[in-house]
Nanobody, 126 residues
Framework: QVQLKESGGGLVHPGGSLTLTCVGS????????MAWFRQAPGKEREFVAA???????VYAASVKGRFTISRDNIKMTLYLQMNSLKPEDTAVYYC????????????????????WGQGTQVTVSS
């Protein structure tokens, strides 16, 4: 069974917007911190944004003010609204879930996230 599934990627022009969606399950989503990571060709997978299970948000400096992470706990769905997109935002975007106890601090480290989706491609080009 697929526990996390991303969708919404595509090709956009610089300055454009795109919304990514990640659908989870009770096992992957309930009471878990959730995050978005991305990996560009030839680069390490990097942190983008995270959502604490009670709603607090953390962003990488490179996307702060442009991206917004949100979640719908009833629908078990995570979102990433991306605005003012730049060519350097081009990457495969991954949804991830942190299975540690809910009282654990929110993390920007990929090692904290044990469950991952298969990724969705975002390409920003003129």
């Amino acid at each position: 069974q697929v526990q996390l599934k991303e969708s919404g990627g595509g090709l956009v022009h610089p300055g454009g917007s795109l919304t990514l969606t990640c659908v989870g399950s009770a096992r992957t989503f309930d009471n878990n911190h959730m995050a978005w990571f991305r990996q560009a060709p030839g680069k390490e997978r990097e942190f983008v944004a995270a959502s604490h299970w009670i709603g607090n948000q953390v962003y990488a400096a490179s996307v702060k003010g442009r991206f917004t992470i949100s979640r719908d706990n009833i629908k078990m769905t995570l979102y990433l609204q991306m605005n003012s997109l730049k060519p350097e935002d081009t990457a495969v975007y991954y949804c991830a879930a942190d299975p540690r106890p809910s009282y654990s601090p929110i993390s920007d480290q990929r090692e904290s996230y044990a469950w991952w989706g298969q990724g969705t491609q975002v390409t920003v080009s003129s």
